[in-house]
Structures are given as structure tokens and as C-alpha cells.
């Protein structure tokens, strides 16, 4: 059964303070990993899709990056703005199905 | 293009009635979902649909049907409502080519359900 571990459940920050997001997973063939921001009371919103370890990609303030059993969303420099819970997802390679870890809940103070 | 689109907003049954969700989406994405989503549990899938006829059950599909008879639409029946499927529920649709590109999610922005 795939499972998906996001850590800490919650992170408060400074304004401009630097932080790291973690997604350890469990999958028998990695199709794909995702990443999602939700806002409170709205529907997630697709950020990136990962593939395969050492992969990266990045926008705007955000990096992720990608190992054979975690990933990672670093945050840089954050703003009051980038205050959501960031959900990581996996897909499994022989399946449609996507499991979603219960997310990441930021705050940005200014 | 308004992506995915669920009706309604919010809805409160009681115990016992039926209602359906409903899901459409405009993107011509043959994948499509259903999940519910409760405090500090994540997103769990109820039902997917690869396309139009083509449905299947995901994690939690007991008191849950759905059909599939367009491209475009996903609704989702509830039977005999229980106080357990109190939850916010969230239709997505994504387009699977195979490669890689595909297969991200675009979601409705949710349909919040209080049984009483």
C-alpha cells in the first residue's frame, strides 16, 4: 500500500526565514510525486510534478526536490503570501490513483 | 475556460435523505475524481472515472455511486446520508497521455456537506 508522511504538520515562520517542507513516501513504482498548495476553504492547486530522484524544479520562492524516498519543498525567503498547507501526493506507476499525505500547514508572520 | 466546477457550494441533509454533487469540467480531461477531505486526514479518493462509462472505486466508496455518461461530467450520489460523510468533498480531473507532463490534478473548488 503507497504511503506519503508530510512533516512537520505545522511550521510557523518569520517574514524572509528560509525553511524546508518534508514528503517521505512509500511506493512500488514511482510515477510521479506531486505537489499542491490549498488555501483555506478552496480547492488544492497543482505546484510541481517530480519523476525521478535527483530531479528538481522551481517557482518563485519555491524549490522541490526529489530523493528515492522523500522530497523536499524549500521555501526561500517566504512571504505572508505563501502562508497554505502544501499537500505532497504520489502516484503509483501501475495505477490512476494518486495518495496524499494530510499536509503541511504554513505560517508566514511579517 | 472555468476548469472544474462543483454545485453546490454548501449543503446540509439530514439523516437519511440522498443528494447529488455535482462535478463538470471543460478542460477535456478524460481522468476524473472524487475525494473527501476531513480535518487531519488528508485527501482520501471515494470513486475515479478514466472516461465516459468507465468507473471505479477508490478508498472509500461505501454509501457513495457515481455514473459517467460524458467527457465532461462526474456527479456523485449519496444514499441514506449519515453523519459520517459530514466532510468537504472535492471533484479533480486530470489528462493522462502515458508520458510525462500529464497526470497532475485540477481541482473544483469543493463542495462542503454538513449531515445533521
Known amino acids: 500500500e503507497d504511503q506519503v508522511t508530510q512533516s512537520p504538520e505545522a511550521l510557523r515562520l518569520q517574514e524572509g526565514e528560509s525553511s524546508s517542507l518534508n514528503c517521505s513516501y512509500t511506493v512500488s513504482g514511482l510515477r510521479g510525486l506531486f505537489w499542491y498548495r490549498q488555501d483555506p476553504g478552496k480547492g488544492p492547486e497543482f505546484l510541481f510534478t517530480?519523476?525521478?530522484a535527483g530531479e528538481e524544479k522551481e517557482k518563485e520562492r519555491l524549490k522541490a526536490t526529489l530523493t528515492k524516498k522523500e522530497s523536499f519543498l524549500h521555501i526561500t525567503a517566504p512571504k505572508p503570501e505563501d502562508s497554505a498547507t502544501y499537500l505532497c501526493a504520489v502516484q503509483d506507476g501501475g495505477y490512476q490513483k494518486v495518495t496524499f499525505g494530510t499536509g503541511t500547514k504554513l505560517q508566514v508572520i511579517p | 475556460n472555468a476548469g472544474v466546477t462543483q454545485t453546490p457550494k454548501f449543503r446540509i441533509l439530514k439523516i437519511g435523505q440522498s443528494m447529488t454533487l455535482q462535478c463538470t469540467q471543460d478542460m477535456n480531461h478524460n481522468y476524473m475524481y472524487w475525494y473527501r477531505q476531513d480535518p487531519g486526514m488528508g485527501l482520501k479518493l471515494i470513486y475515479y472515472s478514466v472516461g465516459a462509462g468507465i468507473t471505479d472505486k477508490g478508498e472509500v466508496p461505501n454509501g457513495y455511486n457515481v455514473s459517467r455518461s460524458t467527457t465532461e461530467d462526474f456527479p456523485l450520489r449519496l444514499e441514506l446520508a449519515a453523519p459520517s460523510q459530514t466532510s468537504v468533498y472535492f471533484c479533480?480531473?486530470?489528462?493522462?497521455?502515458?508520458?510525462?507532463?500529464?497526470?497532475?490534478?485540477?481541482f473544483g473548488p469543493g463542495t462542503r456537506l454538513t449531515v445533521l
Open positions: 479533480a480531473s486530470s489528462y493522462s497521455g502515458g508520458g510525462q507532463g500529464y497526470n497532475e490534478q485540477f
Open positions: 517530480l519523476y525521478s
